[in-house]
């Protein structure tokens, strides 16, 4: 039996990055960054009024979108 609020089960929490450290993994500018966001063309997460991104589902992301 689990206790409600246990940590035990849960996943941890990704660690999300910034615009600035999305923008240098993808080798692009923080402008166009944030025209993929404005366009909702990239997975993103609203904290409050920040703008972050998990890294899993950028990558999920980048493999859907990649040609081949």
């Given at each position: 039996?689990t206790?409600p609020g246990?940590?035990s089960?849960?996943?941890?929490?990704?660690?999300l990055?910034?615009r600035?450290?999305?923008?240098?993994?993808?080798?692009?500018?923080e402008?166009?960054v944030?025209?993929?966001v404005?366009?909702?063309?990239?997975?993103f997460?609203?904290?409050?009024k920040?703008?972050r991104?998990?890294?899993?589902?950028?990558a999920?992301?980048?493999?859907?979108?990649?040609?081949?």
């Amino acid at each position: 039996m689990t206790v409600p609020g246990s940590t035990s089960k849960r996943r941890p929490l990704p660690q999300l990055l910034d615009r600035p450290q999305l923008a240098e993994r993808l080798a692009t500018s923080e402008r166009h960054v944030r025209r993929l966001v404005s366009e909702r063309r990239i997975p993103f997460v609203r904290v409050g009024k920040l703008v972050r991104f998990d890294p899993v589902e950028v990558a999920r992301w980048l493999e859907e979108h990649t040609e081949r």
